[in-house]
């Protein structure tokens, strides 16, 4: 049963942050996500079968990237943050409200599981996207708010290193996981979900 509630609550989390850039894109000027069908609450428009399967097995995953064209954003390079932000504040948005529904079920009970796991994840989602390490979303907010020269310099960078980022981020994960269970054990501690 816990299996079946954290694969369902994984599925939920990544389809409602996808949607959630997508939605960010639009907003701002760019139709992209949209017109490639990614502007959905259909998780088979967003996920990616590989990247679940290793989420749950290497507690390192992924979900299809929502394509942005930054030159239609309203500020172009400079909205990005907006878009790459919208991510993680959805999942802190659902951790939120599952926080508190958390604190209302009885304990031990598979409510309070529920919502206990759809915190925990959520929470675990925001701040492993925030690493501003290519892929994820901390990486795009970097690359919007430097300099015009510094964010060339990136791109060329990410042109040539981006495809070991993930090689890293689980090499990283493996020999330093307290770079997030550190602060999430601490955020569990605060919510009282510990």
């Known amino acids: 049963m816990e299996l079946i509630l954290i694969v369902f ?3 939920f989390s990544l389809t409602i942050h996808e949607y959630s850039h997508a939605a960010a894109a639009l907003i701002l000027g760019d139709s992209t996500a949209k017109d490639e069908g990614r502007l959905t609450l259909n998780p088979l428009k967003h996920l990616d079968l590989l990247g679940i399967i290793m ?11 929502v394509p ?14 907006i878009v790459a932000l919208a991510g993680p504040m959805s999942n ?11 604190h209302f079920m009885p304990d031990g009970t598979i409510y309070s599981t529920f919502f206990a796991y759809m915190s925990t ?3 675990l989602l925001a701040l492993f ?15 919007s708010l430097i300099s015009d020269k510094a964010a060339h310099y990136y791109r060329v960078y990410l ?12 090499v990283l994960f493996n020999i330093y996981p307290q770079i997030i269970f550190t602060p999430l054990t601490i955020i569990l501690d605060i919510l009282g979900l510990k």
Not at 129 to 137: E, F, K, R, T, Y
């Open 9 to 11: 609550t994984l599925i």
């Open 55 to 65: 989420l749950i097995i290497i507690k390192v995953g992924w979900a299809k990237p």
């Open 68 to 81: 942005v064209n930054e030159n239609n954003l309203v500020n172009k390079r400079k909205s990005l943050y």
């Open 92 to 102: 802190i948005i659902i951790a939120f409200f599952s926080t508190i529904l958390f």
């Open 121 to 123: 994840i959520n929470i």
């Open 129 to 143: 996207n925030l690493l501003p390490i290519p892929p994820l979303d901390g990486s795009n907010i970097v690359y």
């Open 159 to 170: 042109s040539k290193y981006g495809q070991f980022g993930f090689i890293f981020i689980v």
